[in-house]
């Protein structure tokens, strides 16, 4: 599959799932939660119907390819090729109304993330990236004129200097929480709620750092190869490669990545 195919059959992934969302947004529909009892984990018809769209697109396109979905399980994770789907990442921010949220998409071969989209189809952005280059398209609403433009990070020198956020303190651990404080109380400046949309910040330069917990695999690995396209670093809190989620470090800038791994290990 060439390059020009990947970036097409990524857009229309978008553009089908957005339609199947848009319509729920602001509206007043039914939430559940997939774990009662628990920290509230909601789940909407638009989470679902969006997944069953791009599970049968990809399995048209790809039978051979497998698949790894937040709301409808993982089918032959084992294949060469394996798609990451979040159909609606941030689904807290979206039952709120809060446009704080994102189609996620992503590709895999052998393991490796190799291709990525992050679609907010309420705002007309699209994020993309392959891990060499990142790329917003803005798609107007009103218009419908595309604009086009190259992310990149940008330069911080240290932990003082940086913008970070978080999606919650209060999705760390016990044993985590107190080292995340650590790196917030040294930086310059701290915001929440942002899920994916704060990776995307990151990517485009507008923050510098992202520390997170608890991730799943289809949380952060469509996000990878467009904050690597966009020059930055995202790591494990050990400073492996991003594969299975878990704790995540993501950085504009490798000093202060380099920083907030110290602090985060001392």
Not at 223 to 232: D, K, R, T
Not at 236 to 257: C, F, K, L, Q
Request: with cysteine.
């Amino acid at each position: 599959m060439t390059v020009l195919a990947i970036e097409t059959f990524f857009e229309e992934l978008a553009i089908k799932s957005g339609e199947v969302i848009l319509p729920f947004f602001r509206s007043q529909l039914s939430v559940s939660d997939k774990k009662p009892g628990a920290a509230f984990d909601p789940v909407t018809e638009a989470d679902r119907g969006a997944e069953v769209v791009i599970r049968t697109m990809i399995r048209n396109a790809f039978p051979d390819h497998g698949i790894l979905g937040e709301e409808l399980g993982d089918d032959r994770i084992d294949a060469e090729y394996v798609w990451v789907i979040d159909p609606i990442d941030g689904t807290r921010s979206f039952v709120c109304g809060i446009p704080l949220w994102g189609t996620l998409i992503g590709l895999m071969r052998d393991q490796t993330p190799v291709y990525g989209i992050m679609h907010q189809p309420y705002t007309g952005e699209l994020f993309r990236g392959d891990g060499k280059k990142a790329l917003l398209q803005h798609r107007h609403p009103k218009t419908g004129s595309v604009n086009e433009r190259r992310l990149c990070v940008r330069p911080c020198e240290s932990l003082a200097d940086a913008y970070m956020m978080t999606t919650s303190p209060k999705l760390f651990g016990t044993h985590e929480i107190g080292r995340y404080a650590a790196i917030e109380a040294a930086t310059r400046l701290t915001r929440y709620g942002a899920d994916c949309y704060a990776y995307m910040m990151l990517a485009s330069g507008q923050i510098d750092l992202v520390i997170e917990s608890g991730l799943k695999p289809y949380d952060i690995v469509p996000l990878v190869p467009i904050i690597e396209g966009a020059g930055g670093i995202v790591t494990t809190w050990s400073g492996e490669r991003v594969r299975d989620g878990g704790a995540i470090i993501a950085a504009g800038d490798a000093r202060v990545h380099a920083a907030a791994l110290h602090a985060l290990n001392r």
